[in-house]
C-alpha cells in the first residue's frame, strides 16, 4: 500500500500533489496555446447544436456539482448562454422542463451516480442531447451519453474529490473558451490570452504545492473549531462551496459555504472570536468587495484566513493567517484558489487523526439512490 501511495502518508494527499500532472494531461493533445486551438472532438463533431442551443443544463452530484456551478459562471459569461445547474437528484424527480435544443451537460468523477445516470435517462426521453464530463472511460454515464469528453484525471482513490475536480475544471474551461471562440462571442486577444493562462496552470499549481507546509501550520491552528465558514464570490463562490465540503467530509467539521456577500442573511450571526472564515479572495473584479466583508468578519472578531493572490498589499494586513496563490486570470482562478483548500482540509483531518481516505459514511460512488 505505502508503494501504491508513490511514498504519500494518503491517497488523498498523493493524488492533490499529483494535480500538476492530472491538469497536464486533461490539456495535453487538446489546447495548444501557441497555435491558438483547442482540440475536442466531443465538441466539434456536435459544434451546431452547441452554439445554437437556447440553453445549457448541467446535471452533476456533490463535488462534481460544484464544477457545475463554475461552468455556468465561465459559460454565461463567455458564450452568453443560460446555463442552469441542477442536483441530478432533484432533477429525476422534478418532471423537467427540456426544451428543443436544450443541451444537457452530465459531470460525473466515477461516471456511475445513480442520480445522475437516472437524471441523463430521463432527459434521454424527452429528446436531450446528453454530453457527459467524466474520468473514468467506458463508465455507465460515458455509456449514456451521446458525446463527451474525459477528464483524464487517472485513477481517484481517495473518497473526498481533489485531482478530478481540477480536471473537471480544465474540461469545461477549454469546452466554454472552445464554444465561444466557435460562436464569436470572446475577441480574439481574450482568447489567446485565457489560452496562454490554461497552459500555465500546471506549474503554477506546482507552486502552491511548494507551500503545502504552511496550510498544515493554519491547520494546526484551527483543528478544535467546531464550525468553520468558507466565503467567496464571483468564479470563487463555488470554490468556497467545495472547501466547505471538503471540510466537513475529512475532519467532520461542520462548514458551510456561501457567497461571501449573501453572509449577512444568516452566517454573520454565528461569527464569534472563535470561528475560523476562510475568505477564497484571489484578485478580481470582486476585490473591493470581498476586502470589506473581511472586515465584516474582523469587526465581529471572527478568525480570517485568506486564500489570496501574490502581491496582494490589502488583505494581509486584515487577515490572522494567509495563503498566497500565483496571478491569473479570474476565470481560471478556481482551479488554483482550491488547492490550498484541498490541503487544508487534509491536514485538519490528519491533525484530528480522521480516516481521510475513507471518511465514515461516505462512499467514493454512490451507486444506489
Ligand atoms: C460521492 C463522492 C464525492 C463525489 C460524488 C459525486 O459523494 O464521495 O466525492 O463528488 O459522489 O460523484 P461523481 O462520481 O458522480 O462525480
Redesign the pocket.
Known amino acids: 500500500a505505502a508503494i501504491e501511495k508513490g511514498g504519500y502518508d494518503h491517497f488523498m494527499l498523493k493524488e492533490i500533489h499529483e494535480q500538476p500532472s492530472t491538469i497536464y494531461d486533461c490539456l495535453r493533445g487538446r489546447l495548444d496555446a501557441e497555435k491558438g486551438t483547442i482540440t475536442m472532438k466531443g465538441i466539434q463533431d456536435n459544434i451546431q447544436a452547441l452554439i445554437t442551443a437556447p440553453r445549457y443544463i448541467i446535471i452533476?452530484?456533490?463535488?462534481?456539482w460544484h464544477a457545475a456551478l463554475v461552468a455556468e459562471y465561465v459559460i454565461e459569461e463567455l458564450c452568453r448562454i443560460p446555463v442552469e445547474v441542477e442536483y441530478a437528484s432533484e432533477f429525476r424527480y422534478r418532471n423537467p422542463i427540456i426544451n428543443k435544443g436544450d443541451v444537457i451537460i452530465a459531470?460525473?468523477?466515477?461516471?456511475?451516480?445513480a442520480d445522475?445516470l437516472v437524471a441523463i435517462e430521463k432527459a434521454k426521453e424527452q429528446g436531450a442531447f446528453i454530453f457527459g464530463i467524466v474520468n473514468v472511460v467506458g463508465s455507465s454515464i460515458s455509456r449514456a451519453s451521446h458525446a463527451g469528453a474525459y477528464t483524464h484525471a487517472g485513477p481517484e482513490i481517495g473518497?473526498?474529490?481533489t485531482k478530478?475536480f481540477t480536471a473537471q475544471l480544465a474540461v469545461l474551461l477549454m469546452i466554454a473558451l472552445k464554444i465561444a471562440k466557435e460562436k464569436g462571442t470572446i475577441d480574439n486577444t481574450k482568447y489567446s490570452r485565457l489560452l496562454v493562462e490554461m497552459h500555465e496552470l500546471p506549474e503554477k499549481v506546482e507552486a502552491i504545492l511548494k507551500n503545502a507546509s504552511q496550510l498544515k501550520l493554519i491547520a494546526e491552528k484551527y483543528k478544535h473549531s467546531v464550525n468553520a465558514l468558507y466565503l467567496g464570490r464571483g468564479y470563487n463562490f463555488p470554490i468556497a462551496l467545495e472547501g466547505a465540503l471538503k471540510l466537513k467530509e475529512i475532519s467532520y467539521i461542520h462548514a458551510e459555504g456561501y457567497p461571501a456577500a449573501e453572509m449577512k442573511h444568516g452566517p454573520i450571526a454565528l461569527v464569534d472570536d472563535q470561528l475560523p472564515v476562510i475568505f477564497v479572495a484571489t484578485k478580481d473584479e470582486y476585490h473591493a468587495k470581498i476586502v470589506s466583508n473581511i472586515q465584516e468578519i474582523k469587526a465581529r472578531k471572527g478568525k480570517v484566513i485568506a486564500i489570496i493572490t501574490e502581491g496582494d498589499e490589502i488583505i494581509p494586513s486584515m487577515a490572522d493567517d494567509i495563503f498566497m496563490v500565483p496571478p491569473a486570470d479570474e476565470i481560471v482562478a478556481p482551479v488554483l484558489s482550491v488547492i490550498p483548500l484541498q490541503l487544508l482540509s487534509y491536514y485538519v483531518g490528519v491533525a484530528k487523526g480522521c480516516d481521510v481516505d475513507k471518511p465514515r459514511n461516505?462512499?467514493?460512488?454512490?451507486t444506489v439512490e
Request: charged share 10%; aromatic share 0%.
Open positions: 452533476a452530484c456533490g463535488t462534481s459531470i460525473s468523477q466515477s461516471g456511475e451516480t445522475t473518497v473526498a474529490s478530478a461516505l462512499a467514493k460512488s454512490v
